[in-house]
């Protein structure tokens, strides 16, 4: 089944890769062109791109580009909006007029749908993860920082936050459905292996999306790149595309330039704004940054949109569209076929000359015996030879045939008293040459044919120097790594210091996984020896009925326990101090499910909408570590920024203060690798308080005069019933149902007991043979 919302993903092995612990490039593409390399990585959420070499890279690919486009206007940002607007209005137009065929203008059968499928292929590398540039710009160390909630404000519209398969992208893949044209959309890396896109195609998401996994070094060139999409809106060449389908997709969607909710700003000011907060902060270097990415994407923008409008022109004629097939199939075809002649020449011979030029192999094709020019209903070549007993049977696909019975009854009939003309020579194509200019040939064999074309599948498109394979130097950069391992954290306060960002290097990377892997042992450690809240089995009732008794259990908890004691003033604020370094990174156990693909899947859409709930859903005053930060001051306590190094080695933290911390920080870069123990932990963590802890945690914050806010907003937000601990429930059972109940790794019970011990981490036994196993998972990097 081709659909990324029609089963949940299958959970990564217990035992990473040494590939995924060191961040080494792992299953790149090796013959796919530089720019599929690149957008295939850069969509693994737990993708590791190198600094160095490889940031270099893509900054001079940046440059390049800008370089060699059209410089108008005074360079200013809004110059730059109007200039975008301005081009994108006329391109529309351009595009539009595609499919108005002017008066009295006889165009082939089936032009509008040749166009339709062409055009929405080409935009679908850009339009399949229509923002997905946004997704790492927030991180742990800036959960509270203004800008960073104004950027996931804008990213959670364009994922539609709460709801599985409502980002952009997934309206753009309903879109390929309709057409029957999304075989390799899902997951969309697989994006890169449909040869029927060019590679041009791929050139900018690709850069954008290398750029997204390095927030830190290009936050201004994204914000730039960003802004220009939203002033340009619906890509020129689908305009076509909704005037013949005008009820065919959701194209308010699938425009950037729309808002997706009834009321507030449009994206663009959105957008406008996070680039006034980033200017106010970096002053003109950050405002250099902005018009960089800006014009950048404007450049990109122009030069793919007149490779696929000339495209579009091209595949006006028939012999286009089955020269194009003919190329696409003539490798495998080549390997058979050697017995049979085609004016003296084996078939074979004709489909591997076919790989670098088709026009000659189309005109043979349309003298032989195989085909009646005009009459595809007589032509063998669609009937007999892939008919049922036919030595072609299912070689060729529904739409192939419609292809080739389009091209055939393009070609002009010849008169029955006509004798057909003199065939050449074997092995001579003088008389390809004479007839292969002419649009009545059938062969359209001309400097925009897919002759033209390179093994990557694109158009010989009207590009600068250099810009055939512009970003090989970013794709040599990413399969070389990382110049050198980094630093290993020295401990954990060096590792929570580190960990605040979204980027990491080989050693920190190897560091945060033997750190996982440790402390899940510690977790599992006993574990069939001690009684735990989940049940020992999952059941296809699900996990609703056993959270409601979880939370009477801590409701009967809390009526029991409140005869006792309130601790006293100094213990909550000691409490609520060694707290600090969990809470204020409230929430990072999920931060890898801010990558676009899992926002909006059937198990992540509720995991990112907690974290975006985590964030105060970008408003200041609902944002859980700001709100944390004000209780602090209202104890008389001042922390450094969460960020910062100060914060890390403030020495009122004790040791143990960081561990729990430090595991969420580090599991949550791993959202594949570590699913079942994210939504073990997750579902833990949302129960955790609800119905108890959070109520007598309030009673002794009011009775010291401290703000209940906090207790008090997370013991309704985690509600049993519509709150995170009901979505965190659900989660688990998106994933265990989508199981087989069979023995063995990835099958139910394997992954249900993945699940518990990720449970049982939110508080792992402290015993001395626990510790001893988290130690030895370590050393050894086997978990037990």
Known sequence: MHSQQAAAP??????????????????????????????AYATDP??????????????TAVRRATDAGVATGDGSLDGLLRQAADWAAGERSRHLALVTPAQGEERPEGHGEVLVR????????LALLSGAWLQWLSAPGNADDPLALRILALYASDVGAGHPAASRGSAYLELLRRLRLAENAAPAARLTGDQRIPDSAFRLPALLLAMSRRPDDFRGEILGADLCLRAVGLPPALEP???VLPAGAD????DPATRRAPEGPLPVDQCWTAVDALVEREGERGADAVRSGFRWMLAGLREWSEALHAELVAAGDPAFDMAELMRLRSREGAVYHHQFLLEGKPLARWLAECRTDPAPLLEVLARSKLVKPGRSGASSLVRGLVGERGPMFRVFSPEDLTVIRRWIDSLPQKPADTPSEPRPASGTHGAHETSGTARTSGTARTSRTPGARGTSGGLAEPSPAGARDALAGVAGALRAGARSPGRTPSGLREAYHLLMTRTDTPALRTWAMEYVDGWLARSGHGMDRTAMPLPERWSHAGLRPWLQAQHDRHGAEFEENAAIPLPSK??????????????????SWLQGFTDYEQASSPIGHSLFETYWDELGNGEPHLNHPLIYRDVLKEMGVELPPTASAAFAQWPGFREESLELPVYWLCVGRFPQTY?????????AMELSGVGGTYRRARLALKAYGFSTRFVDIHNTIDNVATGHSAWAADAVDTLLASLPDAPGPGARAEVWGRVRVGYRSLNPPRSVGARFAARRTRFTGRRK
């Open 10 to 39: 299958s959970p990564a092995p217990a035992t990473p890769t040494a590939e995924r612990r060191t961040g080494r490039p792992h299953g790149l593409p090796g013959d796919g062109g530089s720019a599929r390399t690149v957008y």
């Open 46 to 59: 737990e993708a590791s791109l190198p600094e160095g070499r490889f940031v270099e890279e893509v900054r």
């Open 118 to 125: 062409r055009a929405v292929l080409g935009c679908a590398p």
């Open 241 to 243: 595309v909704r005037a």
């Open 251 to 254: 194209w308010a969607t699938l």
């Open 570 to 587: 100094e213990a909550v604020v000691d409490d609520t101090v060694q707290t600090a370094p969990l809470t204020l990174i409230d929430g």
């Open 675 to 683: 699913l079942p123990e994210v939504l073990g932990l997750n579902l």
